[in-house]
């Protein structure tokens, strides 16, 4: 199987022209980016890029030596942190940043903000980071935060192009209890995993990580080769949803079914202790990726 193709929508290619500060990414960044995807990248490479924006490499330093990432000691130096983590976590702190500055201003609607936008983000990507621990697949973890951090990012693509739109979407799924993919198709004619999807491709993301992004609603729509990776953010998604984290109305009323948790070999009884890490994580996470936080 492969992932179902989506044909253009007119709505969604008129918004992502309309968000040119969120469908660019810095240049520094988009570097980054593109040296994780080129094999033969290494540590050096990684280092002269970020040595060129001052800002990036302090803010690397903080999460390196946040509880978060749990290292033992203090990392003082980027290459350092660059061979203790990677460059695929390098990645990720790099999006981190450029991202987070998109989660502030006005209310989503609701009585919601963008920075409950963010506490949910990072919720979801730290929650999938542990899934996938417990499920035997820690080496898939900096990427599975990365889709996690980024899984809803189409709903920044709505609050920029129609936010009187999106605001009437939360009302009314507050009010009725109505699904929010099926409300944002009729009041704003596409929803955010195709706004998502959209960003994500423009920026050169991973296949993996858009296709997440594009269908972490409907994983049965992947790739057999990504529907475990699609369902372990699918799992993060609802579980924050259900813990009423940040924003939590994208999966209001969803529960978790047995398939589902079947398919990445997780069991209920493993919920407790998820939730107590994710509590804890969470907190680390948000105090060194917050949009206040450097």
Avoid at 25 to 32: F, G, Q, R, W, Y
Avoid at 33 to 53: F, N
Avoid at 257 to 270: A, G, H, K, N, Y
């Amino acid at each position: 199987m492969t992932t179902v193709a989506k044909a253009t929508n007119p709505v969604v290619d008129a918004a992502i022209a309309k968000c040119a500060d969120i469908s660019t990414l810095p240049e520094v960044t988009a570097k980054i980016i593109e040296l994780v995807e080129t094999p033969s990248s290494t540590a050096r490479d990684m280092h002269e890029v970020i040595k060129t924006d001052p800002a990036l490499a302090a803010r690397m330093l903080k999460v390196v030596n946040s509880p978060f990432y749990g290292l033992p000691g203090q990392i003082a130096s980027v290459d350092r942190a660059i061979i203790l983590l990677g460059l695929s976590a390098v990645k990720n702190i790099a999006i981190a940043a450029s991202i987070s500055r998109m989660f502030t201003g006005q209310e989503v609607g609701g009585g919601f903000t963008a920075k409950d936008l963010w506490k949910h983000s990072v919720a979801v990507g730290v929650a999938g980071r542990l899934i996938a621990s417990k499920i035997g697949h820690a080496g898939a973890r900096d990427e599975v935060f990365l889709a996690g951090l980024i899984h809803d990012l189409g709903i920044l693509v709505e609050r920029q192009a129609h936010p009187d739109k999106l605001a009437e979407v939360v009302e009314r799924c507050i009010s009725s209890g109505e699904g929010f993919l099926a409300m944002e198709n009729s009041i704003i004619g596409a929803n955010h995993q195709e706004f998502g999807d959209a960003v994500a491709t423009k920026w050169k993301f991973p296949r993996s990580v858009r296709a997440v992004v594009g269908h972490h609603h409907e994983t049965e729509r992947l790739a057999a080769e990504l529907r475990e990776f699609g369902d372990i953010i699918n799992i993060a998604d609802i579980l924050c949803c259900e813990q009423k984290i940040g924003f939590h109305l994208t999966r209001s009323g969803e529960t978790l079914s047995d398939e589902v948790l079947d398919s990445v070999d997780l069991t209920r009884d493993q919920f407790p202790e998820l939730i107590d890490e994710l509590d804890s994580e969470l907190s680390a996470a948000e105090d060194s990726l917050s949009p206040s936080g450097g």
